[in-house]
Each structure stands twice: as structure tokens, then as C-alpha cells.
């Protein structure tokens, strides 16, 4: 079935480093793809997405490329800040009736000025 | 904001006992889906409904039941709750036909621990 892998965490930055979190999924079809960002105590909020292949989804100066080539939807930022600690979660639509996501693990990111 | 309130917030339960979960949307979306989070598995799908009295199965269905009498609620049942169930369980909304992006709208967890 369809499924979702990203790197394991924690991961931990300085204020103003490069972030990349990658993303790998497996799907029969053509899934649209997610970045979700969850800040503690609280639910999850969509950070960005892309619904084909070579689309680029962006939102607060963070970015990823859906590459149908290699399966892979990797975030990236290019200056990250404190405010940006948070769990990242990759996932992808399901199709079919449910129209559920599917989600990778998640990766908990924290900044430190 | 898709105006989604899930109660309780927080509950302590004890095993055995019956507990249920209520998610409350505002935003007249069809779809509505039953998460729960845990450490080292992500978020994964108990149950959704695709309009009222529609419901099924998610990914990790046994031990739960779900109810949609309302566009507006669906609630999340634990006939009897046992300790592998304590958990954060998340409450979705997506809207249907021509508006639908399949993006997902969360409303702020219920923890929930089973003693």
C-alpha cells in the first residue's frame, strides 16, 4: 500500500542554518503530496503542498519540489529561526473513497539561537 | 480555520471504563477522520466518515467506533478502554466535490490516558 518515510529526528539547528527534512513516498497513482508543521501543544497545520509532478509548494520561506522521478517531496529552508522548532510531517493523499493522508513518522526540528 | 473543537481536551480514564471523543466542525465539510498520534508511528486513521451515517474502517480500527448523526459531529467511542489506547487522538475536516485541494483541517488533539 501507499506509505511515507522521512528522515528520523531530532534534528537540531542553529538560528539561520539550512534545513533540509526528506521525504520519500511509495503510491500506486498519482498522490498529491504535503508538508504538515505541528508546534507544541497543538494541532497539525498545513505548511505548503503540491498536486503534480515538478509542482513547487512554498509558505514562510520554505519549499518542496514533488520529484516523480526519485518519489521524494524533501523540505528545505534556507535560514531557519527559533520559532520554526516544530514536528514536520510528509504526507500524501490516499485517493479512493477514504481521501484520507497518509503520513510519514515525523521529524522534530529545534532551533537554538 | 476550519473551526473543528474536539472535548475533552485532556481525560484520565480507567481501563475498562467507556470513553467517548467528540469532534465538532463549523465548516459544513463532508469528510471527517479519527487520528491518533503516538511516538515513533505518526499520525494514523481510526475511522472516517464520508457524510452523515457513513462511516468506515481506518487503519487501526479495533477497539474503536465511530458515530456521524450531524454534518457537524462525529464522535469516537472506546467501548472499553484499555492502556494501549492512551494517545492523542486528532479530529480532521476536508471539504468535498469541486472546492476539495485533499487538504486536511485538524482540530487541536484530546489526550487521552488510560490507567
Known amino acids: 500500500g501507499d506509505s511515507v518515510t522521512q528522515m528520523e529526528g531530532p534534528v537540531t539547528l542553529s538560528e539561520e542554518a539550512f534545513l533540509t527534512i526528506n521525504c520519500t513516498y511509495t503510491a500506486t497513482g498519482y498522490p498529491s503530496l504535503f508538508w504538515y508543521v505541528q508546534y507544541p501543544g497543538e494541532g497539525l497545520q498545513l505548511l505548503l503542498k503540491?498536486?503534480?509532478?515538478?509542482d513547487k509548494g512554498s509558505n514562510k520561506g520554505f519549499e518542496a519540489t514533488y520529484r516523480k522521478e526519485t518519489t521524494s517531496f524533501h523540505l528545505e529552508k534556507g535560514s531557519v529561526q527559533v520559532s520554526d522548532s516544530a514536528v514536520y510531517f510528509c504526507?500524501?493523499?490516499?485517493?479512493?473513497?477514504?481521501?484520507?493522508?497518509?503520513f510519514g513518522k515525523g521529524t522534530k526540528l529545534s532551533v537554538k539561537p | 480555520d476550519a473551526g473543528i473543537t474536539q472535548s475533552p481536551r485532556h481525560k484520565v480514564t480507567e481501563t475498562g471504563t467507556p470513553v467517548t471523543l467528540r469532534c465538532h466542525q463549523t465548516?459544513?465539510?463532508?469528510?471527517m477522520y479519527w487520528y491518533r498520534q503516538d511516538p515513533g508511528h505518526g499520525l494514523r486513521l481510526i475511522h472516517y466518515?464520508?457524510?452523515?451515517?457513513?462511516?468506515d474502517k481506518g487503519e487501526v480500527s479495533d477497539g474503536y467506533s465511530v458515530s456521524r448523526s450531524k454534518t457537524e459531529d462525529f464522535l469516537l467511542t472506546l467501548e472499553s478502554a484499555t492502556s494501549s489506547q492512551t494517545s492523542v487522538y486528532f479530529c480532521a475536516t476536508k471539504t468535498g466535490g469541486q472546492t476539495n485541494t485533499g487538504e486536511l483541517f485538524f482540530g487541536e488533539g484530546s489526550r487521552l490516558t488510560v490507567l
Open positions: 465548516e459544513n465539510h463532508r469528510y
Open positions: 504526507a500524501l493523499s490516499s485517493g479512493g473513497s477514504q481521501g484520507n493522508l497518509i
Open positions: 503540491a498536486t503534480k509532478a515538478d
Open positions: 466518515s464520508y457524510g452523515v451515517k457513513d462511516t
